[in-house]
């Protein structure tokens, strides 16, 4: 299922193998670069420490990483 970076920001999604035992994240900011080019990372926040991590938004279409939505 194509992802539409548009509805990324506050989305929920489930991490397949658990990140430093979470599983359960959401996008808290989306980055978009000031000179105007395409958004190319996320801020995931994990639902259980409130710890923040910055990816390429690209890696969550990865379906053998990560869920939409928590599962």
């Known amino acids: 299922m194509p ?3 548009k509805k990324l920001l506050l989305s ?3 991490a397949l193998t658990p990140i430093n035992r979470e599983k359960h994240f959401l996008v808290s900011r989306v980055i978009i ?11 995931l926040q994990a639902v259980h420490s409130q710890r923040t991590e910055t ?17």
């Open 3 to 5: 992802i539409s970076p």
């Open 33 to 43: 670069p000031e000179d105007g080019s395409p958004m190319t990372h996320v801020d």
């Open 12 to 14: 929920k999604w489930t």
């Open 55 to 71: 990816i390429a938004w690209r890696d969550l279409e990865d379906a053998a990483v990560w869920v939409i939505g928590w599962k």
